[in-house]
Structures are given as structure tokens and as C-alpha cells.
T-cell receptor, first 114, second 111 residues
């Protein structure tokens, strides 16, 4: 089954404790992206990757890191989480070329930073 | 700066009562406008992509249209299963990788 998976789905942590949220897709997509969703603000893009070893900032990259060492994986790293990073996070992927570059979204990771 | 504004924020409809959602956008050059549906606690699900003014796409009770400044999502004779939040997003020609979302319209359809 074609899908985007995220782990963990739920995470409660404390300020300053480094964490990684994994994202994996099995559709051979070149493009992957991370978003956060907050009430009233909608989805905001954190980072995106056009292909392996190619990453770039979205609208809200502060406090986050990403890496793209393999085509299927795009982990999101919070080196020193703070309470304002409490949010619902989504990973997405799509083909890079063609007119039909619809994004497939993962199920989300709900993060609480105390 | 690219902007996407959706209205209304929330919409309550009776089953069978058709309506339209609006997505107005400001972007230097439009590469694509996307509509997604999001159910509570789930990731957005792709509905349509529109590329140029005048374009229309349909899927069951949903029809999306595009002008140079806005897009409409028409819901015809909605059913309770059409209840969801509908998200609009734009991709600009000068920043392929970036996708700018609106805040969404929450639609509730009652029997």
C-alpha cells in the first residue's frame, strides 16, 4: 500500500530534550516536506527537500533541522525543543515533476513540549 | 509576500443545501492551486489541482474553479460525509518547493 508513515504518532517531552520524528514514504517520491498545524494558523511549512541531499527552508524553520540521506526518509529533528513547538506535525511527499504533483500526507505526530 | 485567505472560517449546511467556499490568493506567479480535505485527527487528503484561470475540476459533489485572484470549491447537494475542513494551498512559479496554505474552512453538514 502506498503511504507516508510517521513515528511516533504521539510524543510528550520536556524542554531541551533532543528528539527526532521520522518520516518514510514508499512511493519513490523525490519531494518531501514537513508542516506544523496550529489552531487558527493552518498548515505552515517547516522544511522541504527536492531530492536526496537537497533541503531548503519553508516559512517556519527556526528550531528545526532536517536531513535527506535516502530518498524514502526525511526525519525532523528538534535539537532543543521548547513549549512553542507544541503542535501537530505532518510529513508529506510527492513526485517532483509532472503536472500531477499532489502531495500525500502522513497521519501526523502530535508533540507536546512541557 | 504570498498570501492565501479562505472564507468563511466555518460553514454549517443542511443536507442537500449547496454552497461555495472561497480561496483568495496573492502570488507573484501561480504554478498551481490545490484543494485538500482534512478529517479530524488525520492528514490532509488531496482533492484537486488547478493550474490556470478558467480551469474547472469535478469529483462527485465537489467542483473547483479558478480565476486570476481566487478559487471556489462548490459543494452540490452535500451529505453528512462531506463534513470536513477544506484547505486551499498555492505554489508559486518562483518557489517550486514552497506550498502556502490557507487556514481552512470547517464544513459541517447536518442530516
Amino acid at each position: 500500500e502506498a503511504q507516508v508513515t510517521q513515528n511516533p504518532r504521539y510524543l510528550i517531552t520536556v524542554t531541551g530534550k533532543k528528539l527526532t520524528v521520522t518520516c518514510s514514504q514508499n512511493m519513490n517520491h523525490e519531494y518531501m516536506s514537513w508542516y506544523r498545524q496550529d489552531p487558527g494558523l493552518g498548515l505552515r511549512q517547516i522544511y522541504y527537500s527536492m531530492n536526496v541531499e537537497v533541503t531548503d527552508k519553508g516559512d517556519v524553520p527556526e528550531g528545526y533541522k532536517v536531513s535527506r540521506k535516502e530518498k524514502r526518509n526525511f526525519p525532523l529533528i528538534l535539537e532543543s525543543p521548547s513549549p512553542n513547538q507544541t503542535s501537530l506535525y505532518f510529513c508529506a511527499s510527492s513526485f517532483r515533476d509532472g503536472p500531477w504533483n499532489e502531495q500525500f500526507f502522513g497521519p501526523g505526530t502530535r508533540l507536546t513540549v512541557l | 509576500e504570498d498570501q492565501v485567505t479562505q472564507s468563511p472560517e466555518a460553514l454549517r449546511l443542511q443536507e442537500g443545501e449547496s454552497s461555495s467556499l472561497n480561496c483568495s490568493y496573492t502570488v507573484s506567479g501561480l504554478r498551481g492551486l490545490f484543494w485538500y480535505r482534512q478529517d479530524p485527527g488525520k492528514g490532509p487528503e488531496f482533492l484537486f489541482t488547478l493550474y490556470s484561470a478558467g480551469e474547472e475540476k469535478e469529483k462527485e459533489r465537489l467542483k473547483a474553479t479558478l480565476t486570476k485572484k481566487e478559487s471556489f470549491l462548490h459543494i452540490t447537494a452535500p451529505k453528512p460525509e462531506d463534513s470536513a475542513t477544506y484547505l486551499c494551498a498555492v505554489r508559486a512559479t518562483d518557489s517550486w518547493g514552497k506550498l502556502q496554505f490557507g487556514a481552512g474552512t470547517q464544513v459541517v453538514v447536518t442530516p
